[in-house]
């Protein structure tokens, strides 16, 4: 894997060049956003982006997209700090892991490498570390985070449903009700954190990357304006997916039966790729379509972004373009009205497997 580091400067990435587009202001209701830019892609239809996904970290934002990850940092003397690195799936070596519902599981796996490589680096850029975690360590983190997410979401919810053994016995119903106890600790626990002060700051960068994600799918032009003019509630969000993850969780759960503590926190643990692929299929078909059905899938999760994104700064936005511009094709960088180098290479189109990586990245 080839490492390599880029300089954005900040006045490069804010050309403006007029649009056609309808704008809107960026605190409207999200549907009526999603709206007028599905009018604008059909437009565009010719021209299709290219699947690109991100993430917010520490003071910057995430990329994903054709075969490329580039983290952009703000770092503490107000240039942007870019680093771009080229991603392969393990999808592109073992072809198995192109299936549904496997493909979810692998995307998510290493979106979840990815992120949290991501979040080193801009933890080491934004002065909070000396150095980058090492492989083990961030074996290491995970394990921890992966435990603690096992006691919070698995282990209390399912122990906690004895208090309502006097009113059921019935196994459907004991699933319906951990369910229901592990939505509201996991709307606490985002509700807990969304306060924090350091976290404000994280949500804000989470929604200038869906403003940016949304305006780049709309066709452009990747400006300050433009991008803040577009919404921070995005349908392929990982906040959606978590909750599609809920709902899909009591309906495979619900197959056990009610077994004893042991057990269920064994088998919960156990079956979470199966619902984590399950999850996948249904965020991503939602995400394709817009009727009716996907339109209901897709409410609760823009409705949660409330919470887990924040209206973001135009300094914030500069930084979510520099990492995308860093992912885009020199012939898509120009599309999108952002400086180009010289020589130009075609757009790479993305593949099947890119896409799937992606829709696990936002
Ligand atoms: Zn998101």
């Not at 985070?145 to 399912?158: K, R």
């Amino acid at each position: 894997m080839g490492w390599n580091r880029r300089n954005f400067n900040t006045s490069t990435t804010t050309k403006v060049i007029p649009c056609q587009g309808v704008y809107r202001t960026p605190e409207q209701s999200s549907t009526g956003e999603m709206e007028i830019f599905r009018e604008e892609a059909e437009r565009l239809d010719d021209k299709k982006p290219l699947m690109v996904g991100g993430q917010a970290v520490l003071e910057g934002v995430m990329m994903r997209g054709a075969g490329k990850v580039a983290t952009a940092v703000r770092v503490s003397d107000g240039h942007i700090e870019t680093e771009v690195r080229d991603v392969n799936s393990i999808a592109d070596r073992f072809p198995i892991f192109k299936l549904p519902f496997l493909r979810g599981v692998v995307a998510l796996g290493e979106s979840l490498v990815l992120g949290l490589r991501s979040l080193s680096y801009s933890a080491q850029m934004a002065g909070d570390d000396d150095e980058q975690l090492s492989d083990g360590e961030l074996a290491g983190t995970m394990l921890i985070a992966f435990a603690l997410a096992a006691v919070l979401f698995v282990a209390i919810p399912t122990w906690a449903t004895r208090f309502f053994h006097t009113l059921t016995a019935s196994p459907v119903m004991l699933n319906l009700l951990e369910g229901g106890l592990r939505l509201a600790i996991f709307l606490g626990y985002l509700l807990a954190i969304s306060r924090m002060d350091g976290i404000y700051r994280v949500f804000q960068y989470h929604g200038a990357e869906h403003k940016t994600i949304h305006a780049y799918e709309a066709g452009g032009p990747l400006t300050v304006e433009r991008v803040q003019a577009c919404s921070r509630f995005h349908p392929r969000c990982g906040t959606s997916f978590l909750l599609i993850v809920m709902l899909v969780s009591i309906f495979v759960f619900a197959f056990l039966g009610w077994p004893d503590l042991l057990t269920r926190v064994l088998s919960r643990v156990v079956l979470l790729p199966v619902v984590a692929g399950i999850s996948y299929e249904f965020i991503r078909l939602a995400a394709k379509s817009d009727n009716p059905v996907a339109q209901l899938f897709k409410a609760p999760g823009l409705c949660l972004q409330r919470l887990t994104t924040n209206p973001p700064e135009d300094e914030m936005v500069e930084v979510a373009i520099a990492s995308l511009a860093a992912v885009l094709p020199e012939e898509e960088k120009a599309r999108m009205g952002l400086p180009v180098e010289e020589k130009m290479e075609p757009a790479a189109p993305t593949s099947d497997e890119q896409a799937a990586a992606i829709t696990a990245n936002m």
